[in-house]
């Protein structure tokens, strides 16, 4: 039992990396739906950026190349965006003017990543706590379907997040 116990505390320590672009990022982490070896999982990610992030600016999520597999069908609907527990509207492409979509898309793969880019005139401030949930817990517009592949070994292994 503490053998089992051990492997999934390893699963389950996949850190997230901060970006450089846009300050440090803080309280950030990233919590699976999932932790099991090769299984396909959602993904919960929470930081605040430590400089406003601006209009048309993006956030890139882009998980261990190599180890996590991004589905190849997701999409803007797989996706919710909280910005200080206030969700956001979703789409295939950045909205215009203020409340409007943030734009979604995914590459797919063993070297996929996720960029959500914000419409032509809203911001993130500085401090503000973004959520970022992927896959089956995402549910705001639609019920989340895709998500991200976990690695096939025990381990740890970094998200970068990535602020423009």
């Known amino acids: 039992m503490r053998l089992l116990t051990s492997i999934l505390v390893l699963?389950?320590?996949?850190?997230?990396?901060?970006?450089?672009?846009?300050?440090?990022?803080?309280?950030?982490?990233?919590?699976?739906?999932?932790s099991g070896?090769?299984?396909?999982?959602s993904?919960?990610?929470?930081?605040k950026p430590g400089l406003t992030i601006p209009s048309s600016g993006t956030i890139t999520i882009t998980p261990t190349p190599g180890q996590f597999s991004v589905h190849s069908q997701l999409d803007y609907r797989?996706?919710?965006i909280l910005l200080n527990s206030i969700e956001q509207p979703v789409?295939?492409?950045?909205?215009?003017?203020?409340?409007?979509?943030?734009?979604?898309t995914a590459t797919g793969g063993s070297n996929g990543s996720v960029t959500l880019t914000l419409n032509d005139t809203d911001v993130i401030t500085s401090g503000s706590t973004v959520d970022i949930l992927i896959g089956s817990i995402a549910n705001y517009q639609a019920a989340g379907l895709s998500g991200i592949t976990n690695p096939n070994a025990l381990g740890s292994y970094p998200v970068t997040i990535t602020t423009t």
């Open 43 to 47: 993904h919960r990610i929470i930081f």
């Open 78 to 80: 797989d996706i919710d």
């Open 91 to 104: 789409a295939q492409t950045p909205g215009n003017g203020s409340g409007s979509a943030f734009g979604v």
């Open 37 to 41: 070896i090769g299984l396909e999982s």
């Open 11 to 34: 699963c389950m320590l996949f850190s997230v990396a901060p970006s450089a672009q846009a300050g440090q990022l803080t309280d950030r982490s990233d919590t699976l739906g999932t």
